[in-house]
Each structure stands twice: as C-alpha cells, then as structure tokens.
C-alpha cells in the first residue's frame, strides 16, 4: 500500500537529501544507520544525525545489520 521512489543525486548528502525530499514532496523519509558513535562519529560524521537535525518532516532510521 506504499508508494516508493528511488533516485540517484549527486552533491552533499545530507543537503541533498533534504532537497529531494522537498522536490519529490516525501512524507517520509527512510535511512539505515551504522549507530556510530564516539570518536568513529566525530571522524565520520553522521549523514542520519545531520538529517535528523536539518528535517521538517518524519524520519525513519533503522539500524543496519553489522554482518
């Protein structure tokens, strides 16, 4: 009962997902995360914490599979 899309972009990724959710007009977003945290997080970076901060509409993050 879902209707889905997938899209490839190029750009900053957390921008650039906020920009097609706004352009497509999503009503959710979904994300797999790693769950780092610590200094691996601050190395890295967190694409699912730089979107949880920035988006205006339900986000969805589920924890990817470590295997």
């Known amino acids: 009962g879902f209707t889905t899309?997938?899209?490839?972009?190029?750009?900053?990724?957390?921008?650039?997902i906020i920009q097609v959710a706004e352009r497509e007009?999503?009503?959710?977003?979904?994300?797999?995360?790693?769950?780092?945290?610590?200094l691996s997080r601050v190395f890295y970076g967190s694409?699912?914490?730089g979107v949880l901060h920035l988006v205006d509409r339900p986000l969805l993050l589920i924890r990817a599979d470590r295997n």
């Open 5 to 16: 899309r997938t899209c490839v972009e190029i750009g900053p990724v957390v921008d650039t």
């Open 47 to 49: 694409v699912a914490a």
């Open 25 to 38: 007009g999503a009503g959710l977003i979904a994300m797999a995360s790693h769950g780092r945290t610590g």
